[in-house]
C-alpha cells in the first residue's frame, strides 16, 4: 500500500504565505508525476500545479508567479510553495501522485487533504 500525508495548511491573512509538504511512503518502485489540487465546497477538484519525475512544472493560471512546486532529492516529498495568498486560494489542498508499485503496476494516490484558509 501507499500512503500520502500531507502537512502545512493552516489559516494565514492574504499577501501571507504558507508551505504545504507531502511525503509518500509504502510499497513504491518510483514515484512519476506529483501534484497538488485543490477543491472547495461546491466546485470541482481543479489542478494548482504538477512536477514530473525530471522536474517539469506546471501552474493553473490563477496561481503562476505565486506558487512553486517541487520535490525533494528521493522524489518522494513534494512541496507547494505559496506566496501573496488571496482569500480565493481558501480550499482543501490535496496531494496526488503516480506511483508505480513493486508490481510494476502504475496508479493514482491520494492525500486525505489539508485545509487551506485565507482571511481577508
Known amino acids: 500500500q501507499v500512503q500520502l500525508v500531507e502537512s502545512g495548511g493552516g489559516l494565514v491573512q492574504a499577501g501571507g504565505s504558507l508551505r504545504l509538504a507531502c511525503a509518500a511512503s509504502?510499497?513504491?518502485?518510483?514515484?512519476?508525476?506529483m501534484g497538488w489540487y485543490r477543491q472547495v465546497p461546491g466546485k470541482q477538484r481543479e489542478l494548482v500545479a504538477g512536477i514530473t519525475s525530471g522536474g517539469t512544472t506546471n501552474y493553473a493560471d490563477s496561481v503562476k508567479g505565486r506558487f512553486t512546486i517541487s520535490r525533494d532529492n528521493a522524489g518522494k516529498t513534494v512541496y507547494l510553495e505559496m506566496n501573496s495568498l488571496k482569500p480565493e486560494d481558501t480550499a482543501v489542498y490535496y496531494c496526488?501522485?503516480?506511483?508505480?508499485?513493486?508490481?510494476?503496476?502504475?496508479?493514482?494516490?491520494w492525500g486525505k487533504g489539508t485545509l487551506v484558509t485565507v482571511s481577508s
Open positions: 509504502g510499497s513504491i518502485f518510483s514515484i512519476n508525476g
Open positions: 496526488n501522485a503516480r506511483v508505480v508499485g513493486v508490481s510494476l503496476i502504475a496508479s493514482d494516490y
